[in-house]
């Protein structure tokens, strides 16, 4: 294989370089950018105690070598997995750079992982949530409104954070979405979500500069964009005065939301568009659950079933 100029900083460097890419081109997210370099930066180690000097260095063996210390170590599949995923990724941007003549690890296969069923709320138990923010002051409008919001279009909480006032068409009943990969999709602005909305904008702090349609849909005690983290803690609060508390994470509304339109016959193709899945082989987990719900709920009720 070719490799690069033999010394450590080759390696760092491609790296870099491929991250540059995710980000710039890609549109991967920071904290995928994050994941990806903590896996190429551990697979750097273990090839240079091997004696890999740069990317080009690199064998399928070798690889497989990594993978097995990964297994060895004790890694979740889904880790595992991730990292093979990063490995290919990078080694494949080498190949179109010209600093590897093939990717050696293609080959290698990703462990198969545990199929998780998602956890998602109840219908008595979203209804309890979305009541808990208390619509007397700004800080539950805007509280009830991110709620009603998650649980009306199923959007991630990244995504939510990342509104502005320009996504938002009440007259429509969308709301413009980017999701990952900068792929773009509308949710659906339910009748709640529209009433909780507008009584949050109506209520919202007077923004510092001229208004515009990039000024944040949410926003924080000091005007600044709501963050992730802030999102987290508000769900937290809520769940806990809904006798909720650790039932839940700001992903559980999202799961809860296509749970809920398939139990009530949604098509999945639709649901998928909705979720902004690009495959719908990710949409189908949601189909396992209402699934597994029937069959507990016909071995609980059918006098035949034991």
């Not at 904290?31 to 064998?59: H, I, M, N, W």
């Not at 619509?135 to 509280?143: E, H, M, T, V």
């Not at 995504?159 to 009943?173: I, K, S, T």
Request: net charge positive; charged share 25%.
């Amino acid at each position: 294989m070719a490799s690069a100029a033999p010394n450590r900083t080759a390696f760092g460097d491609s790296i870099e370089r491929f991250l540059r890419h995710m980000a710039a081109e890609r549109g991967g997210s920071p904290l995928t950018v994050k994941s990806y370099r903590e896996d190429l930066l551990q697979l750097e180690e273990f090839l240079a105690s091997a004696g890999c000097r740069a990317p080009g260095d690199a064998s399928s063996v070798l690889l497989r070598r990594f993978a097995a210390g990964l297994h060895a170590a004790g890694y979740a599949a889904s880790t595992v997995a991730r990292k093979l995923a990063s490995m290919r990724s990078f080694y494949a941007f080498g190949q179109r750079e010209g600093w590897v003549r093939g990717n050696p690890a293609k080959p290698l296969r990703s462990p198969r992982k545990p199929r998780k069923l998602p956890k998602f709320l109840t219908g008595d138990e979203i209804s309890r949530l979305l009541a808990a923010p208390r619509p007397g002051q700004a800080g539950g409008l805007r509280d009830r409104a991110i709620l009603e919001l998650m649980y009306s279009s199923g959007c991630r909480v990244r995504e939510l954070v990342g509104l502005d006032d320009g996504d938002l068409d009440l007259r429509n009943a969308t709301v413009r979405i980017r999701g990952k990969g900068r792929r773009e999709r509308l949710g659906i602005v339910g009748s709640h979500a529209q009433a909780a909305l507008r009584s949050w904008l109506a209520a919202r702090p007077a923004a510092t500069g001229s208004r515009t349609a990039a000024r944040p849909l949410f926003t924080n005690k000091f005007g600044g964009r709501l963050s992730v983290r802030g999102v987290a803690r508000l769900l937290e609060k809520h769940l806990a005065v809904a006798g909720l508390a650790g039932k839940a994470s700001p992903h559980t509304l999202r799961h809860s939301f296509a749970t809920h339109l398939l139990d009530a016959g949604a098509d999945i193709r639709s649901v998928q568009e909705l979720l902004g899945h690009k495959s719908l082989v990710t949409t189908q987990i949601y189909t396992h659950v209402t699934t597994s719900r029937l069959l507990d709920a016909f071995d609980k009720a059918h006098p035949r079933a034991r």
